[in-house]
């Protein structure tokens, strides 16, 4: 177990500091001073902390550094989920690292996500640190959590404070069946059981309970996600034809130039090893399809507009001669 949070305690900037030979035995000596203080600091920990920013700091820096990771792992920075990521291939490596070292921050974290509810964070997690998740049984906590459900609706009992509960949140849901598609199962039984006890007379709380948890458990932000994309892309599009349109009517040069401009554009970005390299956000909360066609307005808008942009200087260009001369 790494307890890199321990160079907190002696002030040393993880991000910043070189751990040189010189630097190392600074530490140690700090770190061996903080122990007189705080014997619940002890000298094993020190003992493997210092053998590994010896040894394998520099291989596995870039990754520890990274925002989420250390988000995840230590708390010390507000999570971005729709943050881009270069992908690893390291995948294996890290996940034998990150269980070797790091389970118990592993299991703080996730149990606190949990209980807070941050299933779309779950989520991110999955899809892009699956190396962090690696040392915890998250289909075994979940088996828990859907089998308290099942006893709350079979016994026609309702959590107090339920609008809080992780079974009224449709994140849960949406969550268990990206981990396993097999749980639509047990989520469709959940539904249909539901829907029984809803005919039956109940207390107006545990009524209200189970319709909520019923509602989360059709998880379907489709729709929504749907008409948000296609108005996004109409809009746009009639911005593209609009704004092309009057660079025709007003200058058939700029109009060329422009599209010149865009077709570089379109080369440089295929070509790019830096973008083939990167990953591009995708949280599985709506389709693929949906996701692609998002994918396409924002290649669509950065092409346009970042050409627009630097055909203006062209156009200004232009008109200047035509002024002067």
């Known amino acids: 177990m790494i307890k890199l949070d321990l160079l907190k305690k002696i002030k040393i900037n993880l991000s910043k500091a070189k751990f040189d030979e010189a630097s190392l035995v600074k530490i140690e000596k700090l770190l061996l001073a903080e122990h007189q203080i705080n014997p619940e600091i002890s000298k094993q920990d020190i003992i493997e902390l210092l053998s590994f920013l010896k040894t394998d700091w520099q291989m596995y820096k870039p990754i520890l550094l990274n925002w989420n990771v250390q988000s995840f792992l230590f708390g010390n920075r507000k999570y971005k989920i729709y943050s881009r990521l270069i992908e690893t291939k390291r995948v294996e490596e890290l996940g034998r690292f990150f269980t070797t070292h790091f389970s118990q921050n592993i299991e703080i974290a996730v149990k606190n996500l949990m209980r807070k509810n941050e299933w779309g964070q779950l989520l991110d997690l999955k899809n892009n640190y699956p190396y962090l998740l690696g040392s915890f049984d ?63 007379d109940l207390p107006k709380q545990t009524k209200k309970y189970f319709s909520e948890v019923k509602s989360a458990s059709l998880f379907s932000d489709s729709n929504a996600s749907s008409k948000s994309s296609k108005a996004i892309f109409i809009i746009l599009s009639a911005l593209v034809i609009s704004l092309s349109i009057l660079m025709y009517v007003k200058s058939l040069k700029f109009f060329i130039v422009h599209f010149i401009f865009v077709f570089f554009f379109s080369l440089a970005e295929k070509r790019s090893d830096y973008l083939k390299e990167e990953m591009i956000y995708f949280d599985e909360s709506i389709s693929l399809r949906q996701f692609r066609l998002r994918k396409t307005i924002n290649h669509v808008a950065i092409l346009f507009f970042a050409a627009f942009i630097l055909s203006i200087p062209f156009a200004l260009l232009r008109y200047l001669i035509i002024y002067i001369l």
């Open 138 to 200: 998250l289909e075994m906590e979940l088996e828990k959590m859907l089998e308290d459900i099942f006893y709350n609706v079979q016994r026609k009992n309702a959590p107090s404070n339920f609008k809080e509960n992780y079974s009224t949140k449709e994140g849960f849901f949406l969550f268990l069946f990206k981990l396993n598609a097999e749980y639509k199962v047990e989520i469709d039984d959940l539904y249909d059981k539901i829907q029984i006890q809803l005919e039956n």
